[in-house]
């Protein structure tokens, strides 16, 4: 049985540098024989978490009627989780938080997740512009006991298409093929 790799882009930009940074590591993964679960969260009607505590009697089912069900089942089976997001005021998009902050409902029936990886890409060079996202990430990781498969980050990206010929495009395939 192959891998099963989530991925949550968090990007409201269809094709943009995320949704190709993205790509690149879902082509790696998929010519490594993993089975990837693409997910478009920012394209998905997903509501903040209430804090309700429903999903702890119901078995890891929020109440909430939104889109997230799906992602949450398939994490109840992955391998690997895979953020993806541009940096939108120094931190990942909103959408994508949304969608972290409803994993909550997993807590109480965990994940055979064991692995995760960051991919970021940002208008910024500096390396500031980034560690919003980057401290987010290793503490939802940290808090998961997921182990850190990699960050890749891709700044100073202004107009879609731009990380094609660049590094961090071969290292996301590169981190896909060995997550």
């Known amino acids: 049985m192959s891998e099963s790799i989530v991925v949550l882009s968090g ?4 094709g943009g540098n995320t949704d190709r940074l993205a790509a690149a590591f879902i ?9 990837v679960a693409l997910y478009r969260v920012a394209d ?5 978490c209430k804090g ?3 999903c702890r009697s119901a078995k890891g089912e929020c109440i909430q009627n939104d889109d997230m ?3 949450l089942e398939a994490l109840k089976k992955a391998d690997a989780l895979v953020l993806a997001s541009p940096i939108y005021f120094f931190s990942v998009t909103a959408q994508l938080k949304l969608a972290i902050d409803r994993t909550y409902a997993l807590n109480s029936v965990g994940t055979p997740i064991k692995k995760a990886a960051l ?12 560690e919003g996202a980057v401290t987010t990430y290793n503490a939802i990781r940290s ?3 997921w182990e850190d498969a990699g960050i890749i980050i891709a700044a100073g990206l202004h107009k879609p298409g731009e990380i094609d010929d660049r590094v961090e495009s071969e290292r996301a395939r590169a981190l896909g093929r060995e997550i």
């Open 143 to 145: 808090y998961y006991k």
């Open 27 to 35: 082509a790696g993964a998929e010519s490594a024989g993993k089975s």
């Open 52 to 54: 309700c505590n429903h």
């Open 69 to 71: 069900p799906p992602i």
């Open 119 to 130: 991919l970021v890409t940002c208008g910024d060079n500096s390396a500031k512009a980034t």
């Open 44 to 48: 998905m009607d997903i509501s903040g």
């Open 11 to 14: 990007s409201p930009r269809k």
